[in-house]
């Protein structure tokens, strides 16, 4: 079969819309159409299905998804592996890592995997969790770090996962705020406060850190991203919930305070268990060391270890 009608079905089933792969690939929408019919006839079944808002797999579509994927994540790399000895090139690295762990813990990492191995071409890609476990499963990454903050990690026999340790969240607060400075403080001091979120993860380890309190987290402003939030917080319009990882690396009118029994998230590493990048290991024993001045609840690696 052709590989080429194999990721048009599934780049249609990524878009739930014929029209919007066959700009995607630079097809017309009556070629896309025609691929999918003629891969329904070959195999005999009905692959697609329409609906309100365009069109999903059937459940025979699915279960070719899935393995049309795995083959095309396969072809992927062998292009990759082959234009890399073309080239005579070394397979470069490229690492994943969330925004607060690309911020500090994961550059630290590699900057002691280069002193120590000598020079490797290498990329780091920030993003969030989900996004990044599913990029390692494509080949995109030969790493990444991510957490497990909701809605958690999704689990995957193409994946080993190493528990780094658990980050405590704590609260950013303008420099000038009347609780810089002082000792662990309880949510329900600040429940009258405003808080900035960019993230439903964070957000939701608010609101359940402060159910537990008895009181409710107003989030009433909404960040794009990591630096927003961190910019409203700086400008006095809201504190906010960040990790305890992001502290080392705040700008200089942003502070924060630790939380009385604070929410935690896991943070893990994730490698392919085929194929593993061989700086991978090397890279994932520097980020449990970079990890380690941070995290609380070393003992628990054990029960959250998940391979």
């Keep these: 079969m052709d590989l080429t009608v194999w990721r048009t079905f599934v780049t249609v089933c990524r878009l739930g819309s014929l029209s919007a792969a066959a700009t995607e690939l630079h097809h017309t929408q009556s070629?896309?159409?025609?691929?999918?019919?003629?891969?329904?006839?070959?195999?005999?079944?009905?692959?697609?299905?329409?609906?309100?808002?365009?069109?999903?797999?059937?459940?025979?579509?699915?279960?070719?998804?899935?393995?049309?994927?795995?083959?095309?994540?396969?072809?992927?790399?062998?292009?990759?592996?082959?234009?890399?000895?073309?080239?005579?090139?070394?397979?470069?690295?490229?690492?994943?890592?969330?925004?607060?762990?690309?911020?500090?813990?994961?550059?630290?990492?590699?900057?002691?995997?280069?002193?120590?191995?000598?020079?490797?071409?290498?990329?780091?890609?920030?993003?969030?969790?989900?996004?990044?476990?599913?990029?390692?499963?494509?080949g995109d990454l030969d790493l990444a770090v991510v957490t497990d903050a909701p809605p958690g990690l999704p689990h995957d026999p193409r994946v080993e996962r190493r528990f780094l340790g658990l980050d405590e969240m704590v609260v950013a607060l303008p420099a000038g705020h009347p609780r810089a400075g002082h000792g662990p403080v309880d949510i329900r001091e600040l429940a009258d406060q405003t808080w900035a979120e960019d993230d439903d993860g964070s957000a939701a380890l608010l609101r359940r850190h402060a159910a537990r309190a008895g009181v409710t987290a107003r989030v009433g402003l909404a960040a794009a991203d990591l630096p927003g939030k961190l910019a409203l917080v700086a400008t006095g319009h809201a504190i906010a919930l960040i990790p305890g990882v992001l502290s080392r690396a705040l700008r200089g009118d942003v502070t924060t305070v630790p939380l009385l029994d604070p929410p935690t998230r896991g943070v893990y590493a994730l490698t392919r268990r085929h194929d593993p990048h061989p700086a991978a290991v090397p890279l994932l024993d520097h980020l449990a060391r970079a990890f380690a001045p941070h995290h609380a609840g070393a003992g628990e690696a054990a029960d959250r270890t998940v391979e």
Excluded at 55 to 69: I, L, N, Y
């Design 31 to 138: 070629a896309v159409s025609r691929q999918i019919a003629g891969l329904e006839r070959r195999l005999g079944v009905s692959l697609m299905e329409r609906h309100a808002r365009g069109v999903r797999p059937t459940p025979d579509g699915e279960v070719f998804r899935r393995h049309a994927q795995a083959t095309l994540d396969e072809a992927d790399r062998a292009l990759r592996a082959v234009r890399d000895a073309r080239d005579g090139a070394d397979r470069p690295l490229a690492v994943g890592a969330t925004p607060s762990l690309a911020a500090g813990i994961v550059p630290e990492a590699i900057r002691a995997l280069l002193e120590g191995s000598g020079p490797l071409r290498w990329s780091l890609l920030p993003g969030l969790s989900g996004a990044l476990h599913d990029r390692v499963i494509a």
